[in-house]
């Protein structure tokens, strides 16, 4: 696919938690093309296990509505306890008042579907940033 963007963050780390293999496989690649560290999840308990393993990490970018019990939501308000600063991307296709109301303060709402190339100018703009 190759490099979409010339003016990447190398070294910024992203978690992304993402039910959906395909999505998370080329949203993943993308970024990593783009110069970012990508790890992805599925859920939410193993985006909190990662982080609690103690694993560098710069943004979490995750899905609103996760298997397992624990949705977006609640993992950026758990991840916030610990890392009040870490920027936090949502995404969703289904997303309604109660969802977008539970999101943390100082977070970006993403709508599927969307661009891999848009995610990509936005984690630049948030990496720049931080």
Known sequence: MGAVLGST????RI???EDEPLISELVA?????NGFTVH?????????????????????F???MLPGGMNG?????????????MPIIYASGFCGPNELAAM?????????PYNPVDVC??????????
């Open 29 to 33: 690649g993308v970024l990593e093309e």
């Open 9 to 12: 963050r190398n070294g910024c």
């Open 62 to 64: 995750t899905d609103i």
């Open 104 to 112: 943390v303060p100082r977070s970006i709402f993403l709508p599927k």
């Open 40 to 60: 992805t999840v599925a859920t939410a308990r193993a985006a909190l296990d990662y982080l609690s393993a103690g694993y560098e990490t710069d943004l979490l």
């Open 15 to 17: 978690l992304l938690v």
């Open 121 to 130: 100018a936005l984690v630049n703009r948030i990496a720049a940033t931080h």
């Open 73 to 85: 939501a609640e993992l950026a308000r758990e991840v916030r306890k610990a890392r009040p600063e």
